[in-house]
């Protein structure tokens, strides 16, 4: 593996038991410390590859590194959830404990940390998920959607994990919730240097936060570099049904060179014709 | 004639210690695409349930004040009428399926209104073209993808042929291909059928798109209510309330205030192109193509 990747992702294949193929001879490797986004249309293989990745699926072929950990060879439940986080699009579909704390300790309890070392990592996520004490009592039910979530967050950071997936974190969020998780998310990233994968159909997220974006197109990666260089691309992005940000298809518009399309945000294009 | 005329509208549900809406004003004319918008818990799904009669009907809380749908007050003694004035959509498709095929699902509201058999097979062929469902009928709505899922539970409104359709937040759990799938059929209902369409929304560049009017919720008040263009001038407010303003008005606005220009902005994608690239060589004293090459030189 290189040395500064943390997942590669070698001729991946992937079909259903029905014969569905899911993915198909797929490679791609994460940088570590990166922020990537996973795009593309509903169907077209993000849930199963992060699946894959999360080794509830096994690959028909092909190999998944995350680390020093062969997740496609089949390894340890303990062994994957040391190295890789899953944060559900909903909050509610990974929280049962009955109260805060329990939900924070319950997987550095289930892979057999002592009590101490169990409660100093439960202090040590909430604090870096925003999660505050006096909330440790509390059922995580009953407090905002937000908090859920950073909740949801902090259940996955006490394990310490190589890599963090995120599956749709800003669905059926507000601007402002969608701008306060993605801020949240890119400060644990540079605070903790956790490689983070998001699965989106944001866009405008995408162009703010990721570092590399990824798009995929029925089981293959389509398109693969930063998000100026995917979105610069129209005609590229909507083979796979993909359409860069209203910022960016206005830039591609009102030039009429059609050269120069690689604004991904407001301030560029006020900056520019200032 | 008016679709929604909400006078004085106060609502607590029960158990909460303080009123959703207390002194809540709104009329919205039949024939027109308004699009409700607002910050999460700014009121919005409140509002079309009261709108549609859910609330004070169907859920306990005091309710005072007086909603009417196109004149019928929904509160009043005759509730009878209230499914035919207004159809409702909600982000969930699955919350409204009851049957177990897509035919079966657009038929049973009209099999409930009493419609004989020859007229629901024809409004059946006829909300099925429309939405795009040709080949699904036998299928079970269950199976079908997320838009698809969206498109029957739209069929199955417009089957009835309600005079108003309201729809909260329908594309909220869709991918983007499906969600451009929902916006076209309300584009169809819009102007081909000329319907009323309330929709409760978050992708504002939809709703300038497609709406004649817009609502601004928050905190359980309308913060703004202006025909579509005159609606985003107020462009702070609307920042200030967590709107995602498309880039588009942005940069015409931000363009008129360098220009020293008073008007209102258009809000249509092509039209507002057309504006910036009038306005733009006036900015820079270059060519629209020197302006915007300036604009993306130095990036990789």
Partial sequence: MNSKNIVEIKHLNFSYPDGTVALNDTSLALEEGSITALIGQNGCGKSTLSKLMNGILKPTSGSIMVGDLDVSAGCSVKDLVLNIGYVFQNPDHQLFNASVYDEIAYAPRNVGLSEEEVDARVHEAADIAGVSESLFKESPMLVSRGIRQRIAIASILSLKPKLIIVDEPTTGQDRQQSLEIMEFLKNLNEKTGHTILIITHEMNIVAQFANRIIVMKKGSILMNGTPSEVFSQPERLMEGFVKPPLVTRLAQTIDPTGTHSGVINFDELIKAVA | ?300
């Fill in chain 2, 1 to 300: 004639m008016n679709a929604i005329e909400i006078h004085d509208l106060y609502w607590k549900y029960d158990g909460s210690d303080k009123p959703i809406f207390d002194g809540l004003n709104l009329t919205i004319p039949a024939g027109i695409f308004c699009g409700i918008i607002g910050s999460n818990e700014s009121g919005k799904t409140t509002l079309v349930e009261c709108m549609k009669g859910l609330i004070p009907n169907s859920m306990t809380g005091v309710y005072r004040g007086e909603v009417k749908l196109f004149g019928q007050d929904v509160a009043g003694e005759d509730k009878n009428g209230l499914p035919q004035l207004a159809g409702m959509v909600f982000s969930d498709p699955d919350a409204q399926f009851t049957t177990m095929s897509v035919i079966e699902e657009i038929a049973f509201g009209l099999e409930n209104m009493g419609f004989l058999e020859d007229e629901i097979g024809r409004r059946i062929e006829w909300v099925s073209q429309l939405c795009h469902l040709e080949g699904l009928l036998e299928k079970p709505p269950y199976d079908l993808s997320g838009g698809q899922k969206q498109r029957v539970a739209i069929a199955s409104v417009l089957a009835t042929k309600p005079r108003a359709i309201i729809l909260d937040e329908p594309t909220s759990m869709l991918d983007p291909k499906s969600k451009d799938e929902v916006f076209d059929i309300l584009r169809s209902i819009k102007e081909d059928l000329h319907m009323t369409v309330i929709v409760v929304e978050h992708n504002i560049e939809k709703i300038a798109e497609l709406a004649d009017e817009v609502v601004l919720m928050g905190g359980g008040r309308v913060l703004r209510h202006e025909k579509t263009p005159q609606f985003f001038q107020a462009i702070e407010l609307l920042q200030a309330n967590s709107i995602d303003v498309p880039e588009t008005i942005r940069l015409e606005y931000f363009l008129y205030n360098k220009l020293g220009i008073d008007r209102i902005a258009p809000v249509h994608f092509d039209a507002a192109v057309d504006e910036i690239k009038s306005l733009l060589p006036r900015l820079t004293g270059k060519s629209v193509t020197e302006a915007i090459e300036s604009m993306t030189a130095g990036r990789a």
